[in-house]
């Protein structure tokens, strides 16, 4: 999938994939990117791109327990190696562009870097938005090319370093409301088999997820299985209220009504695409 065009038409060197191992892409070629603790230091920096992260939150991250009086020169290392693989035909002794010094520590340059995070959440802000506009048929476009850019976990490398939790956490809500959204959206063109299948998968490894069982219940009715709506219903009350001590939603309460009374709206309606998590 093409990226998106750079923000601020600067001309980009480097394209970080981020959204499963690190991946880093240099005149178009997938660059070695060395040992497993400089991939998590690049890693590191790819979260925070366009921040400086300073040395001594570098050898927290890299470290278990206090580093070894050798992590400054270590880190050092791994920079100039980094920096070899990210701009190899930079001439001796003249600045880094990519990975560039910034005290106290090290930033990759946003103006000349981007990376795949950028990307996803800039389609799910295009599905987000066409669904506003009533097109679903271009909000499952800009979801699905959205979820297509996902190889595995977020930031795999650091993904439970304290200092990128947090960063892999939003992404995963994010990822989920948008996967919550294709379905809205599967369910809004007609697509209801297709939904229901993966509609059952979500709920299944999100148990807790209102949305997924509301999207999932109005797929079934439309189906013709009124029966299957209903349980789905009745399962997503029984969690909530043995597992968190709460009601659901009050939508999904107006939703089985609906069901039960077999309202005639229930063919057209559009049930809302989600929680729009993740800084969307």
């Not at 090290?106 to 959440?121: I, K, N, T």
């Not at 595995?152 to 490398?157: H, I, T």
């Not at 939703?255 to 989600?274: K, M, V, W, Y």
Request: hydrophobic share 45%.
């Amino acid at each position: 999938m093409q990226p998106p065009a750079p923000r601020g038409g600067s001309e980009v060197k480097v394209e970080f994939r981020a959204l499963g191992p690190l991946e880093a892409v240099v005149g178009d070629r997938l660059v070695d990117l060395g040992a497993p603790k400089q991939r998590a230091l690049l890693a590191l920096l790819v979260s925070q791109l366009g921040q400086p992260v300073a040395v001594d939150l570098m050898r927290e991250a890299l470290w278990t327990g206090p580093p070894p009086p050798s992590a400054v020169t270590s880190l050092q290392a791994h920079v100039a190696n980094l920096r070899r693989v990210l701009e190899p035909h930079r001439a001796p002794r003249t600045p880094a562009t990519v990975l560039r010094t910034h005290p106290p520590g090290y930033l990759l340059d946003s103006r000349v870097a981007d990376v795949d995070v950028r990307w996803f959440g800039d389609r799910a802000k295009a599905g987000w938005q066409a669904w506003d506009r009533g097109d679903p048929h271009r909000a499952l476009a800009e979801f699905e090319a959205g979820l297509a850019l996902w190889r595995g976990p977020a930031y795999a490398e650091m993904a439970n370093s304290p200092c990128v939790a947090p960063e892999v956490a939003r992404l995963e809500e994010l990822r989920l409301s948008v996967v919550e959204g294709r379905c809205a959206a599967l369910v809004a063109v007609g697509a209801y088999e297709v939904a229901v299948a993966e509609l059952k998968a979500f709920v299944h490894a999100h148990p807790l997820r209102e949305h997924g069982y509301e999207l999932l219940s109005l797929a079934l009715y439309r189906t013709g299985r009124q029966a299957e709506a209903l349980a789905v219903l009745r399962e997503i009350r029984t969690r909530l209220g043995e597992e968190l001590g709460i009601d659901p939603r009050p939508a999904l309460q107006q939703l089985e009504r609906d069901i039960l009374n077999q309202d005639p709206a229930l063919g057209e309606r559009l049930i809302p695409a989600g929680p729009r998590s993740g800084g969307t």
